[in-house]
């Protein structure tokens, strides 16, 4: 199996580029988990996904712990899951609940389902957990700091979150958001398509490991190889972090990144040396796969 964090983007490829099958690398499998050292939300450490029991008067608690980059429908799972609710019943709870959601979300609570832990017990149900965690994106995600941020950037406070929920996907250390946040930015205002496969996935509701060239071609408003400017909602839930990286991007000329292998990722503004390192990542996903360590 390939380690999880190599990723290769062959983006905005030359006049006369020959298309092909592009082997990219999404962000899979790497989760940073949250769980509060108390039951407020913040301070958090890294520990596996889980429900925590414990005692509140007559009624017994438990934390539900929401990963940083999760989807919408990967937190609906959840909470029906810790619930103990049939499948499908938080989906139609975000439906009706009435939550307090920006105007451009359109009624649409990707993004705003902060990653955090969350206590839980007999009495919870999903519209209050919803709620909570919309509640606790509000708190993150408002401020005179964001707002300014955004603005710096030429940007609304949901397109932030949209460019943290991409960033969120594509990178793994804050050094590396802060990097695919310049080149988001950077192709934003050249008027280039990002061409993430992060969306392509969300798009197909999908994690994988290689993109096509045939799934480029999808018609949907999340396909950015066909589509410029930003995916019309956030492709899934950023944590702080990400946020932040999106509102304060490295310096750079950048417009192509490869992870060629684990903990190095290359930023280049010059096609043909990311072309090379298209080259070096393959190469290595090679020499895995044929140590047995392939996707098989």
Same mark, same amino acid.
């Given at each position: ?55 509140? =008067? ?6 539900? %712990? ?5 989807? *919408? +429908?990967? &937190?609906? @799972?959840?909470? /029906? ?67 300014? =941020? ?6 609304? %406070? ?5 460019? *943290? +929920?991409? &960033?969120? @996907?594509?990178? /793994? ?87 060629? @292998?684990?903990? /190095? ?32």
């Amino acid at each position: 199996m390939i380690t999880p964090g190599y990723r290769a983007h062959m983006m905005n490829e030359p006049p006369g580029a020959r298309p092909g099958r592009r082997l990219r690398l999404t962000r899979r499998g790497r989760l940073v988990l949250l769980v509060a050292t108390t039951l407020a939300v913040g301070a958090a450490v890294l520990v596996p996904v889980l429900l925590m029991g414990g005692e509140s =008067g007559d009624k017994k608690t438990s934390t539900l %712990v929401i990963t940083e980059g999760r989807r *919408a +429908s990967q &937190v609906y @799972a959840s909470v /029906d899951k810790a619930l103990e609710l049939p499948m499908g019943t938080t989906r139609n709870a975000a439906t009706a609940a009435r939550l307090r959601l920006p105007e451009a979300a359109k009624g649409n609570p990707e993004g705003y389902l902060f990653p955090a832990t969350y206590p839980i017990n007999s009495s919870t149900t999903p519209a209050g957990l919803l709620s909570y965690m919309v509640n606790t994106a509000n708190h993150k995600f408002t401020g005179d700091q964001i707002t300014a =941020g955004s603005e710096r950037n030429g940007m609304t %406070v949901y397109q932030s979150v949209t460019i *943290a +929920s991409i &960033v969120q @996907a594509e990178a /793994d250390t804050p050094t590396d958001m802060a990097k695919v946040s310049r080149v988001v930015h950077n192709r934003l205002a050249l008027g280039m398509p990002l061409q993430m496969d992060s969306t392509l996935n969300y798009a197909l509701n999908r994690n994988t490991l290689d993109t096509t060239h045939a799934d480029t071609k999808i018609d949907s408003p999340y396909n950015t190889y066909q589509r410029k400017g930003l995916p019309p909602t956030p492709i899934g839930n950023p944590g702080e972090e990400a946020m932040n990286a999106a509102l304060n991007p490295s310096r750079g000329e950048w417009l192509y990144f490869v992870t060629v @292998a684990e903990g /190095d990722t290359r930023f280049t503004n010059n096609y043909s040396e990311h072309q090379q390192n298209v080259e070096e990542f393959n190469q290595n996903r090679a020499d895995a796969n044929g140590k047995g360590d392939g996707d098989g």
